[in-house]
């Protein structure tokens, strides 16, 4: 259940110790937007070096290029050939599950997990057979950037409402995690911060950034809080009393807020609360 991932550009390679060290749960090595394509040649074997990166708490990911393309496949004929596993591979440009078939086919026995990029209208129309396709192990990652020049709408929250609620219901469908986009000001910590609390409010299990002063902002968004904590043991307890539905401090309890306790402590757990 990762709360965060960063972005770290391939022709970068020092700086994914520092993004190890910012506290990132994600760190990927960026082969695609961030590197010209005069440029995916040189970019390959210090993404592949940059995978040997001891990455304590984080897991290494990296971003290849599109699988529908001549770099996609020359990325992943790479990584095979150098024996590079990342803990995830972050297939951009995902129009459907072929993509993500082809991605495995490439990679053969050695295919990581997979976290699929929609950022197109097509995905979007696909995005439950795409999750389908990449459960149980991947996820799924909206692009905002990307969706918004395709839809011709604003990167604003509100124009974008229901790719991100299409996204959420086809991850919860399939039983997997959405990440969200990166908010894109760098500069703008509280925005981000803001941003991020309210893509947790809508089902969101971490997001995006593309800079470390993100983090602090994403992780306090999708960090329960000791109050959460306390609130869901309270429930699990209670409910193990009961033979159906109950009340705690006057509001109703079922099936639906259990799995939500169950959730909070499982997310809880993992990040040693």
């Known amino acids: 259940m990762p709360r965060s991932l960063l972005f770290v550009p391939a022709l970068r390679p020092e700086r994914v110790a520092k993004a190890v060290a910012a506290g990132a749960d994600i760190v990927c090595i960026d082969l695609e937007d961030s590197v010209a394509p005069d440029r995916k040649a040189e970019a390959r074997p210090l993404a592949i070096e940059a995978l040997r990166t001891p990455a304590g708490a984080a897991a290494l990911a990296v971003r290849i290029n599109p699988i529908q393309g001549a770099d996609g496949p020359l990325d992943i004929a790479a990584l095979v050939k150098a024996g590079a596993r990342p803990a995830y591979v972050l297939v951009p440009k995902?129009?459907?599950?072929?993509?993500?078939?082809?991605?495995?086919?490439?990679?053969?026995?050695?295919a990581p997990p997979i976290i699929a990029l929609i950022e197109t209208a097509v995905a979007v129309e696909?995005?439950?057979?795409?999750?389908?396709a990449v459960a149980p192990e991947g996820m799924l990652f909206f692009g905002a950037m990307d969706m918004s020049a395709e839809l011709g709408s604003t990167l604003d929250w509100e124009p974008l409402i229901f790719v991100r609620g299409r996204l959420v219901q086809a991850a919860a469908?399939?039983?997997i995690d959405v990440l969200d986009t990166p908010y894109p000001d760098i500069a703008d910590e509280a925005g981000g911060a803001a941003e991020a609390r309210r893509a947790r409010q809508f089902g969101f299990a971490g997001k995006a950034a593309i800079h470390p002063r993100h983090l602090a902002g994403i992780h306090a968004a999708f960090t329960p809080t000791a109050a959460e904590i306390a609130w869901a043991k309270r429930v699990i307890e209670e409910m193990a009393k009961s033979t159906g539905v109950l009340q705690i401090?006057?509001?109703?309890?079922?099936?639906?807020?259990?799995?939500?306790?169950?959730?909070?402590?499982a997310i809880a757990k993992k990040l040693g609360l």
Do not use: N
Request: no cysteine; proline share 5%; aromatic share 2%.
């Open 126 to 132: 696909h995005a439950s057979e795409i999750a389908r």
């Open 173 to 175: 469908t399939a039983g």
């Open 94 to 110: 995902v129009d459907g599950a072929p993509d993500i078939a082809k991605v495995r086919q490439a990679f053969g026995a050695s």
């Open 249 to 265: 401090d006057g509001k109703m309890i079922d099936r639906p807020v259990v799995r939500t306790a169950e959730r909070t402590l």
